[in-house]
């Protein structure tokens, strides 16, 4: 069928997927744990600070004596987005969920732009399709939808690396100098410590990135040097 070679239609079909794929019964139970290997009391326990400042607009509100302040300094980021989307949608498990929801569809969103911008030419007449079949998978990757659709710091960890590669190729665009380092070196740690703390593994990968960025950069340096006194 001719429309359905619409790029236009095609894009389409893929939010509807997305979304009815995710939105769907979005306050079922979670699967048992021999398939999800996840607790439903998981979700509210790494969403407390969310809930704390929906209904107590406070972050570290302490509920019970067993749940001290130690908690509440590696999860900021899925709680602040629990707390918008629980001010949307109210204290139900839509509220709990649609964060984890649209953390999903910003991922494939960045996804798509980073390797659309970092490898797309004009020559490259079948790369839309590339970006269609990742978007395709990842839409109906089973893992990837459980992340999507229950509370729980994945997502908002693949958001964060998402973010964190943007602002890189953004600082680092033209060129790196000892600010721009410093300020990718905070965002790399600030993921680390206020996102979740299994982001360590995102330090050496970033300052890995940075040393190598900065190691072509005096390549050509050199190069142009060189060419000058030519």
């Known amino acids: 069928m ?17 979304i009815l794929s995710r939105v769907i019964f979005l306050d079922s139970d979670i699967p048992i744990w021999e398939i999800a290997e996840y607790q439903s009391i998981d979700e509210f326990y790494y969403t407390l600070g969310g809930f704390n400042l929906f209904h107590y607009s406070i972050y570290n509100y302490i509920t019970f004596d067993f749940l001290n302040e130690s908690k509440y300094v590696t999860n900021w980021l899925e709680d602040f987005f629990t707390f918008i989307s629980l001010s949307l949608f109210d204290n139900n498990y839509y509220g709990l969920r649609m964060a984890s929801v649209f953390s999903g569809a910003t991922v494939i969103i960045i996804i798509n732009y980073i390797l659309y911008k970092s490898f797309y030419t004009k020559k490259s007449k079948n790369f839309y399709y590339l970006l269609v079949f990742i978007s395709f998978y990842m839409i109906i990757d089973f893992s990837y939808i459980l992340s999507n659709r229950i509370a729980e710091a994945t997502i908002f960890r693949m958001i964060t690396m998402m973010l964190l590669f943007l602002a890189v190729i953004a600082i ?35 300052g890995l990135a940075v040393m190598i960025i900065s190691y072509k950069n005096s390549l050509q340096e050199t190069f142009f040097n060189i060419l000058i006194r030519i």
Request: charged content about 10%; glycine content about 4%; cysteine-free.
């Open 2 to 18: 001719t429309i359905f070679r619409n790029k236009n239609i095609q894009l389409i079909l893929l939010a509807l997927l997305f």
């Open 172 to 206: 680092t665009q033209y060129g790196i100098n000892k600010r721009k380092s410093f300020l990718v070196g905070f965002l790399t740690f600030t993921a680390f410590i206020y996102v979740y703390t299994t982001n360590l593994f995102l330090i050496p990968a970033i």
